[in-house]
Protein backbone atom coordinates (compact mmCIF):
# COMPACT_ATOMS: atom_id res chain seq x y z
CA UNK A 1 0.00 0.00 0.00
CA UNK A 2 2.57 2.49 -0.88
CA UNK A 3 0.32 4.58 -2.31
CA UNK A 4 -1.88 4.36 0.10
CA UNK A 5 -0.10 5.36 2.60
CA UNK A 6 1.70 8.99 1.16
CA UNK A 7 4.78 8.99 3.14
CA UNK A 8 6.66 9.50 -0.12
CA UNK A 9 3.86 11.74 -1.02
CA UNK A 10 4.43 14.74 0.91
CA UNK A 11 7.43 14.73 -1.32
CA UNK A 12 5.03 15.36 -4.37
CA UNK A 13 4.22 18.62 -6.10
CA UNK A 14 2.10 18.18 -9.13
CA UNK A 15 3.41 20.22 -11.74
CA UNK A 16 1.01 23.15 -12.99
CA UNK A 17 0.86 24.48 -16.58
CA UNK A 18 3.36 27.58 -16.29
CA UNK A 19 1.16 30.25 -19.07
CA UNK A 20 4.80 31.50 -20.21
CA UNK A 21 5.91 28.46 -21.37
CA UNK A 22 6.17 28.01 -25.72
CA UNK A 23 5.15 24.34 -25.47
CA UNK A 24 1.24 23.89 -24.16
CA UNK A 25 -0.42 22.42 -21.40
CA UNK A 26 -4.25 22.52 -21.48
CA UNK A 27 -5.65 25.40 -18.95
CA UNK A 28 -5.57 24.43 -15.12
CA UNK A 29 -9.15 22.89 -15.51
CA UNK A 30 -10.27 22.21 -11.63
CA UNK A 31 -12.85 19.44 -11.78
CA UNK A 32 -13.12 19.75 -7.95
CA UNK A 33 -16.46 21.01 -6.51
CA UNK A 34 -17.57 21.22 -2.38
CA UNK A 35 -21.37 19.85 -1.67
CA UNK A 36 -21.71 18.96 1.85
CA UNK A 37 -25.32 18.02 0.80
CA UNK A 38 -24.38 15.28 -1.54
CA UNK A 39 -24.42 11.38 -1.12
CA UNK A 40 -21.60 9.41 0.00
CA UNK A 41 -18.94 9.59 -3.13
CA UNK A 42 -16.86 6.58 -2.32
CA UNK A 43 -13.90 7.89 -4.72
CA UNK A 44 -13.63 11.29 -2.77
CA UNK A 45 -13.82 9.62 -0.02
CA UNK A 46 -10.66 6.70 -0.57
CA UNK A 47 -8.73 10.13 -1.95
CA UNK A 48 -9.34 11.54 1.75
CA UNK A 49 -9.09 8.43 3.28
CA UNK A 50 -5.38 7.95 1.37
CA UNK A 51 -4.43 11.29 2.09
CA UNK A 52 -5.71 11.50 5.83
CA UNK A 53 -4.00 7.72 6.90
CA UNK A 54 -0.45 9.12 4.90
CA UNK A 55 -0.63 11.68 7.68
CA UNK A 56 -1.88 9.81 10.68
CA UNK A 57 -0.09 6.60 10.21
CA UNK A 58 3.35 7.13 8.11
CA UNK A 59 3.77 10.77 9.46
CA UNK A 60 2.50 10.08 12.91
CA UNK A 61 5.35 11.90 14.63
CA UNK A 62 4.58 15.23 13.10
CA UNK A 63 2.56 17.35 15.18
CA UNK A 64 0.37 18.66 12.33
CA UNK A 65 -2.23 21.55 12.80
CA UNK A 66 -5.01 19.57 11.27
CA UNK A 67 -7.44 22.46 11.29
CA UNK A 68 -4.81 24.96 9.50
CA UNK A 69 -3.61 21.86 6.89
CA UNK A 70 -7.38 21.24 5.73
CA UNK A 71 -8.12 25.02 5.44
CA UNK A 72 -4.68 25.18 3.25
CA UNK A 73 -6.32 22.19 1.51
CA UNK A 74 -9.75 23.47 0.78
CA UNK A 75 -8.45 27.15 0.17
CA UNK A 76 -5.37 26.13 -2.63
CA UNK A 77 -8.22 23.25 -4.51
CA UNK A 78 -10.82 26.28 -4.80
CA UNK A 79 -8.30 28.36 -6.44
CA UNK A 80 -8.67 29.61 -10.55
CA UNK A 81 -5.07 29.50 -11.18
CA UNK A 82 -2.20 28.18 -8.91
CA UNK A 83 1.58 29.33 -10.88
CA UNK A 84 4.83 26.56 -11.66
CA UNK A 85 6.87 28.87 -9.54
CA UNK A 86 4.32 28.77 -6.52
CA UNK A 87 4.38 25.38 -6.82
CA UNK A 88 7.67 24.80 -7.31
CA UNK A 89 8.61 27.10 -4.12
CA UNK A 90 6.75 24.95 -2.44
CA UNK A 91 7.43 21.68 -3.30
CA UNK A 92 11.05 22.28 -2.23
CA UNK A 93 10.17 23.43 0.92
CA UNK A 94 8.64 20.12 1.32
CA UNK A 95 11.75 18.08 -0.43
CA UNK A 96 14.03 20.36 2.14
CA UNK A 97 11.61 18.95 5.34
CA UNK A 98 11.21 15.78 4.58
CA UNK A 99 15.26 15.31 3.70
CA UNK A 100 16.68 17.81 6.65
CA UNK A 101 13.76 16.80 9.16
CA UNK A 102 11.93 13.73 8.51
CA UNK A 103 14.84 11.35 7.13
CA UNK A 104 17.12 11.80 10.35
CA UNK A 105 14.46 10.84 12.49
CA UNK A 106 13.50 7.78 10.41
CA UNK A 107 17.07 6.71 10.47
CA UNK A 108 17.52 7.05 13.92
CA UNK A 109 14.34 5.27 14.51
CA UNK A 110 15.70 2.74 12.72
CA UNK A 111 18.43 2.55 14.32
CA UNK A 112 17.27 2.42 17.29
CA UNK A 113 15.38 -0.92 16.56
CA UNK A 114 18.25 -2.60 15.07
CA UNK A 115 19.32 -2.36 18.48
CA UNK A 116 16.67 -3.48 20.09
CA UNK A 117 15.25 0.12 21.66
CA UNK A 118 12.06 0.73 19.73
CA UNK A 119 11.81 4.96 21.29
CA UNK A 120 15.43 5.91 21.22
CA UNK A 121 15.54 8.86 23.89
CA UNK A 122 17.94 11.01 21.52
CA UNK A 123 15.97 11.17 17.96
CA UNK A 124 16.32 14.01 16.03
CA UNK A 125 13.17 16.54 16.76
CA UNK A 126 11.01 17.14 13.69
CA UNK A 127 10.23 20.87 13.80
CA UNK A 128 12.37 23.44 14.79
CA UNK A 129 12.39 27.71 13.95
CA UNK A 130 12.88 27.07 10.48
CA UNK A 131 10.05 24.10 10.23
CA UNK A 132 7.70 25.50 12.32
CA UNK A 133 4.04 23.42 12.66
CA UNK A 134 2.29 26.58 11.09
CA UNK A 135 4.83 26.58 8.12
CA UNK A 136 5.46 22.86 7.76
CA UNK A 137 1.38 22.04 7.73
CA UNK A 138 0.56 25.24 5.30
CA UNK A 139 2.93 23.33 2.93
CA UNK A 140 1.59 20.08 3.30
CA UNK A 141 -1.93 20.97 2.67
CA UNK A 142 -1.14 22.99 -0.78
CA UNK A 143 1.04 19.44 -1.47
CA UNK A 144 -1.83 18.11 -1.27
CA UNK A 145 -4.56 20.50 -2.69
CA UNK A 146 -2.34 20.37 -6.23
CA UNK A 147 -1.98 16.59 -5.92
CA UNK A 148 -6.07 16.58 -5.99
CA UNK A 149 -6.00 19.07 -8.42
CA UNK A 150 -3.49 17.99 -10.83
CA UNK A 151 -4.98 14.33 -10.67
CA UNK A 152 -8.05 15.54 -12.45
CA UNK A 153 -10.48 13.29 -10.61
CA UNK A 154 -14.27 14.61 -9.99
CA UNK A 155 -13.55 15.14 -6.81
CA UNK A 156 -15.44 16.37 -3.97
CA UNK A 157 -13.99 17.98 -1.13
CA UNK A 158 -16.65 17.66 1.72
CA UNK A 159 -15.91 13.97 1.13
CA UNK A 160 -12.73 14.14 1.50
CA UNK A 161 -11.94 16.28 4.60
CA UNK A 162 -14.47 13.85 6.41
CA UNK A 163 -11.90 11.24 5.55
CA UNK A 164 -9.31 12.93 6.66
CA UNK A 165 -11.21 13.69 9.93
CA UNK A 166 -12.33 9.96 10.05
CA UNK A 167 -8.31 9.56 9.98
CA UNK A 168 -7.07 11.64 12.24
CA UNK A 169 -6.78 9.05 15.42
CA UNK A 170 -5.83 6.13 13.88
CA UNK A 171 -2.39 5.24 14.55
CA UNK A 172 -1.82 1.55 13.29
CA UNK A 173 -3.32 0.03 10.33
CA UNK A 174 -5.20 -2.65 11.82
CA UNK A 175 -7.49 -0.05 13.16
CA UNK A 176 -8.16 1.16 9.80
CA UNK A 177 -11.34 -1.30 8.88
CA UNK A 178 -13.45 -0.87 12.17
CA UNK A 179 -12.70 3.31 11.91
CA UNK A 180 -13.08 4.22 8.28
CA UNK A 181 -16.23 4.15 6.53
CA UNK A 182 -14.06 2.21 3.80
CA UNK A 183 -11.95 -0.75 4.41
CA UNK A 184 -8.68 -0.80 3.00
CA UNK A 185 -9.90 -2.78 0.49
CA UNK A 186 -12.95 -1.00 -0.63
CA UNK A 187 -10.42 2.21 -0.83
CA UNK A 188 -7.81 0.02 -3.10
CA UNK A 189 -11.29 -1.05 -5.05
CA UNK A 190 -12.58 2.14 -5.76
CA UNK A 191 -9.31 3.48 -7.18
CA UNK A 192 -9.11 0.75 -9.13
CA UNK A 193 -12.55 0.92 -10.65
CA UNK A 194 -11.71 4.75 -11.33
CA UNK A 195 -8.32 3.85 -13.03
CA UNK A 196 -9.60 0.99 -15.27
CA UNK A 197 -13.28 1.51 -16.06
CA UNK A 198 -13.21 5.67 -16.40
CA UNK A 199 -10.23 7.14 -16.94
CA UNK A 200 -9.71 5.63 -20.01
CA UNK A 201 -12.86 6.83 -22.16
CA UNK A 202 -12.60 9.78 -19.92
CA UNK A 203 -8.87 10.73 -21.21
CA UNK A 204 -9.85 9.43 -24.94
CA UNK A 205 -12.26 12.32 -25.69
CA UNK A 206 -10.53 14.79 -23.92
CA UNK A 207 -7.21 14.51 -25.28
CA UNK A 208 -9.38 14.06 -28.99
CA UNK A 209 -10.65 17.56 -28.08
CA UNK A 210 -7.20 18.99 -26.64
CA UNK A 211 -5.61 17.64 -29.94
CA UNK A 212 -8.24 19.56 -32.08
CA UNK A 213 -7.73 22.55 -30.46
CA UNK A 214 -3.96 22.25 -30.54
CA UNK A 215 -4.36 21.99 -34.35
CA UNK A 216 -5.80 25.55 -35.05
CA UNK A 217 -2.83 27.03 -33.38
CA UNK A 218 -0.90 29.44 -35.16
CA UNK A 219 2.77 27.01 -37.02
CA UNK A 220 1.20 24.37 -35.85
CA UNK A 221 1.32 21.38 -38.64
CA UNK A 222 0.00 17.64 -38.98
CA UNK A 223 2.62 14.85 -39.51
CA UNK A 224 0.64 11.77 -40.72
CA UNK A 225 2.65 8.14 -39.47
CA UNK A 226 0.89 5.61 -40.90
CA UNK A 227 -2.87 5.59 -39.38
CA UNK A 228 -1.59 7.58 -36.72
CA UNK A 229 -1.35 11.86 -36.38
CA UNK A 230 1.07 13.78 -34.22
CA UNK A 231 0.92 17.91 -34.61
CA UNK A 232 4.19 19.77 -34.21
CA UNK A 233 5.88 23.30 -34.43
CA UNK A 234 8.92 23.90 -35.05
CA UNK A 235 10.64 27.01 -33.26
CA UNK A 236 13.91 26.73 -34.71
CA UNK A 237 14.58 24.47 -38.00
CA UNK A 238 18.28 24.03 -37.42
CA UNK A 239 21.03 23.40 -39.86
CA UNK A 240 20.54 20.57 -43.16
CA UNK A 241 22.26 17.92 -41.08
CA UNK A 242 19.30 15.53 -40.04
CA UNK A 243 18.78 11.87 -38.77
CA UNK A 244 17.21 9.60 -41.29
CA UNK A 245 17.77 6.70 -40.28
CA UNK A 246 16.86 4.70 -36.97
CA UNK A 247 20.60 3.77 -36.53
CA UNK A 248 21.74 7.33 -36.72
CA UNK A 249 22.48 8.50 -33.73
CA UNK A 250 21.47 11.95 -31.76
CA UNK A 251 22.11 13.67 -29.02
CA UNK A 252 19.15 15.63 -27.58
CA UNK A 253 17.48 17.74 -24.44
CA UNK A 254 14.05 17.07 -23.82
CA UNK A 255 10.77 18.15 -21.15
CA UNK A 256 7.78 15.77 -21.72
CA UNK A 257 4.30 17.06 -20.09
CA UNK A 258 0.89 15.32 -20.11
CA UNK A 259 -1.84 16.91 -21.50
CA UNK A 260 -2.88 17.97 -17.98
CA UNK A 261 0.67 20.09 -17.97
CA UNK A 262 2.36 17.33 -15.62
CA UNK A 263 5.36 16.90 -15.99
CA UNK A 264 6.54 13.19 -16.87
CA UNK A 265 10.30 13.76 -17.14
CA UNK A 266 12.91 16.02 -18.08
CA UNK A 267 16.32 16.09 -19.14
CA UNK A 268 17.50 18.54 -16.95
CA UNK A 269 15.50 16.87 -14.15
CA UNK A 270 17.19 14.12 -14.49
CA UNK A 271 20.35 15.77 -14.10
CA UNK A 272 19.48 17.46 -11.47
CA UNK A 273 18.65 14.30 -9.56
CA UNK A 274 22.48 13.57 -9.96
CA UNK A 275 23.02 16.90 -9.29
CA UNK A 276 22.05 16.93 -5.70
CA UNK A 277 23.65 13.17 -5.26
CA UNK A 278 26.81 15.15 -6.28
CA UNK A 279 26.58 18.14 -3.90
CA UNK A 280 26.20 15.31 -0.84
CA UNK A 281 29.27 13.56 -2.02
CA UNK A 282 31.04 16.58 -2.11
CA UNK A 283 29.82 17.09 1.43
CA UNK A 284 30.16 14.01 2.87
CA UNK A 285 32.81 13.60 5.74
CA UNK A 286 32.44 9.84 6.51
CA UNK A 287 34.92 8.90 3.04
CA UNK A 288 38.37 9.61 2.06
CA UNK A 289 39.54 11.81 0.10
CA UNK A 290 40.79 9.72 -3.29
CA UNK A 291 37.19 7.75 -3.10
CA UNK A 292 35.06 11.07 -3.13
CA UNK A 293 36.91 12.12 -6.15
CA UNK A 294 36.37 8.97 -7.86
CA UNK A 295 32.86 9.30 -7.02
CA UNK A 296 32.46 13.31 -7.95
CA UNK A 297 34.43 12.32 -10.99
CA UNK A 298 31.89 9.34 -12.17
CA UNK A 299 28.38 11.29 -11.12
CA UNK A 300 29.81 14.65 -13.25
CA UNK A 301 30.41 11.99 -16.03
CA UNK A 302 26.72 11.01 -15.85
CA UNK A 303 25.73 14.20 -15.84
CA UNK A 304 26.81 15.06 -18.71
CA UNK A 305 25.72 12.00 -19.98
CA UNK A 306 22.26 12.48 -18.89
CA UNK A 307 21.69 16.26 -19.57
CA UNK A 308 22.24 15.40 -23.24
CA UNK A 309 21.88 11.73 -23.72
CA UNK A 310 23.21 10.23 -27.15
CA UNK A 311 21.01 7.26 -28.61
CA UNK A 312 20.28 5.53 -31.98
CA UNK A 313 17.34 7.50 -32.90
CA UNK A 314 15.62 3.69 -33.34
CA UNK A 315 15.55 3.60 -29.56
CA UNK A 316 13.16 6.37 -28.83
CA UNK A 317 10.25 4.83 -26.17
CA UNK A 318 7.60 7.45 -27.70
CA UNK A 319 7.07 6.62 -31.41
CA UNK A 320 6.07 10.13 -32.14
CA UNK A 321 9.34 11.56 -31.04
CA UNK A 322 11.54 9.14 -33.71
CA UNK A 323 9.40 10.60 -36.09
CA UNK A 324 9.59 14.36 -34.74
CA UNK A 325 13.20 14.55 -34.79
CA UNK A 326 13.21 13.44 -38.48
CA UNK A 327 11.41 17.12 -38.99
CA UNK A 328 14.69 19.16 -38.24
CA UNK A 329 18.56 18.78 -38.55
CA UNK A 330 21.22 19.65 -35.80
CA UNK A 331 20.48 23.11 -33.40
CA UNK A 332 16.75 22.41 -33.82
CA UNK A 333 14.07 22.84 -31.67
CA UNK A 334 10.98 21.30 -32.05
CA UNK A 335 7.66 21.33 -29.74
CA UNK A 336 5.29 17.97 -30.50
CA UNK A 337 1.76 17.05 -29.36
CA UNK A 338 1.31 13.45 -29.32
CA UNK A 339 -1.88 10.76 -29.39
CA UNK A 340 -1.68 8.74 -27.17
CA UNK A 341 -1.19 5.91 -30.07
CA UNK A 342 2.30 7.72 -30.24
CA UNK A 343 2.84 7.72 -26.48
CA UNK A 344 2.08 5.73 -23.57
CA UNK A 345 -1.16 4.45 -24.92
CA UNK A 346 -3.69 2.22 -23.54
CA UNK A 347 -1.71 1.74 -20.33
CA UNK A 348 -0.39 5.24 -19.66
CA UNK A 349 2.45 4.95 -17.29
CA UNK A 350 3.37 6.43 -13.73
CA UNK A 351 1.73 10.30 -14.04
CA UNK A 352 0.17 9.62 -17.93
CA UNK A 353 -3.21 8.41 -17.96
CA UNK A 354 -4.21 5.98 -19.93
CA UNK A 355 -5.03 7.12 -23.61
CA UNK A 356 -3.44 10.31 -22.74
CA UNK A 357 -1.88 12.79 -25.32
CA UNK A 358 1.43 14.29 -24.35
CA UNK A 359 3.62 17.21 -24.85
CA UNK A 360 7.18 17.30 -25.38
CA UNK A 361 9.69 20.11 -26.47
CA UNK A 362 13.14 18.50 -27.78
CA UNK A 363 15.94 20.11 -28.93
CA UNK A 364 18.49 18.13 -31.17
CA UNK A 365 21.80 18.79 -30.49
CA UNK A 366 23.93 16.71 -32.56
CA UNK A 367 23.45 13.91 -35.43
CA UNK A 368 26.11 10.93 -36.63
CA UNK A 369 24.99 9.04 -39.67
CA UNK A 370 25.43 5.30 -40.04
CA UNK A 371 26.12 3.30 -42.57
CA UNK A 372 23.04 2.22 -43.06
CA UNK A 373 20.35 2.61 -45.93
CA UNK A 374 18.19 5.03 -45.13
CA UNK A 375 15.49 7.03 -46.09
CA UNK A 376 16.04 10.36 -48.20
CA UNK A 377 14.85 14.11 -47.60
CA UNK A 378 12.48 14.03 -50.39
CA UNK A 379 10.56 11.25 -48.47
CA UNK A 380 10.69 13.88 -45.18
CA UNK A 381 9.30 16.71 -47.73
CA UNK A 382 5.62 17.45 -47.12
CA UNK A 383 3.43 16.54 -49.89
CA UNK A 384 1.08 19.33 -48.88
CA UNK A 385 1.65 22.77 -47.14
CA UNK A 386 1.12 21.27 -43.66
CA UNK A 387 1.27 17.14 -44.31
CA UNK A 388 4.28 14.97 -43.77
CA UNK A 389 3.37 10.94 -44.94
CA UNK A 390 6.24 8.89 -44.21
CA UNK A 391 6.27 5.29 -44.63
CA UNK A 392 9.46 3.74 -42.08
CA UNK A 393 10.23 0.73 -44.08
CA UNK A 394 10.91 2.45 -46.99
CA UNK A 395 14.89 1.39 -48.07
CA UNK A 396 16.57 4.08 -50.47
CA UNK A 397 19.92 5.58 -50.96
CA UNK A 398 21.55 7.17 -47.97
CA UNK A 399 22.40 10.71 -48.32
CA UNK A 400 26.09 12.38 -48.62
CA UNK A 401 27.52 11.92 -44.79
CA UNK A 402 28.96 14.61 -42.92
CA UNK A 403 32.28 14.98 -43.18
Given at each position: ?????IA??????????D????????SN?N?????A??E??T???A?????G??????????D?????????L??????D??????????A?F????????????????????M??????????????E???R??????I????ANY???S???I????????????I?I????????N??L????????F???????????????????L??????????????N????????N????S?????Y?????????LY??R???V??TS??????????????????I??????V?I???????????Q???P???????GA?HA???I???????V?L?????????????????????F????CD????N??T?????????????????PG??????????
Amino acid sequence: MKRIFIAAALLMAAVACDNSRVYYCESNENRTYYDANAEFDTLSYAVGMNLGLGLSISNKDVDFDRELLHQVLKSTVARDYISKAEIDENAHFVERFNTERMRPRLAAQRMGMMSGIEAPDSLPEILNEEFTRERVSKAIGFDMANYIRRSDFPINIYWVEQAMIDAIDIKEAAAINDNMKLSQAGMTDAFRDFFYNVVPAYEAERSRAWLAEVAKRDGVKMHVVNNDTLYYRINTQGSSIRPYNYNDTVSFKFELYTRRGQLVESTSERANVLRKQLEGVRNDKNITDSLRQVRIATLEESIAATEQPTIPLGQFMLNGAKHALQLIGEGGNITVWLPASLGYGARGNRVAHANEALVFNITLCDVKHSNSQTLSPADLTPKKPGHTKIDPGKVVVHPKKRE
